[in-house]
């Protein structure tokens, strides 16, 4: 189904209005420089309920989590606990700068 079938000011209209301007904001910044590469953001509304995101807020607040997330696991992998069970950073590079 087209966004364009939900009507205009539901959460889930807003939420792919809201995704969108994010992709099209990503797209203007690859179109200024040809060496960036930024990934675009699934609008499928089931896609992020599925996630339990239906407004622009739960996606801020999604992207948040996530992101904190991520930095603690890289945190943890950084000083010697991963949830891999492996312990400390993988050296096999080399020192690190």
Same mark, same amino acid.
């Given at each position: 189904m ?7 000011? *539901?959460?889930? =209209?807003?939420? #792919?209005e809201?995704?969108?301007? #994010?992709?099209?904001?990503?797209q203007? @910044?690859?179109?200024e420089?040809?060496n960036?590469?930024v %990934? ?8 992020w309920a599925?996630?339990g995101?239906y407004?622009?807020?739960?996606f801020? /607040? ?7 997330h991520?930095?603690? @696991?890289?945190? /943890?992998?950084?000083? %010697?606990?991963?949830?891999?069970g492996?312990? %400390?950073?993988? +050296? *096999? =590079? %080399? +020192?690190?700068?």
């Open positions: 087209s966004y364009k079938n939900y009507e205009k000011y *539901s959460v889930t =209209y807003q939420l #792919i809201y995704i969108n301007k #994010i992709n099209e904001n990503a203007s @910044k690859m179109d420089n040809p960036l590469w %990934g675009r953001l699934t609008n499928d509304p089931d896609h599925d996630y995101v407004t622009p807020e739960d801020e /607040r999604y992207l948040d989590n996530e992101a904190k991520c930095q603690e @696991k890289e945190a /943890r992998t950084f000083y %010697g606990h991963t949830d891999d492996l312990d %400390g950073p993988d +050296d *096999s =590079y %080399g +020192d690190y700068v």
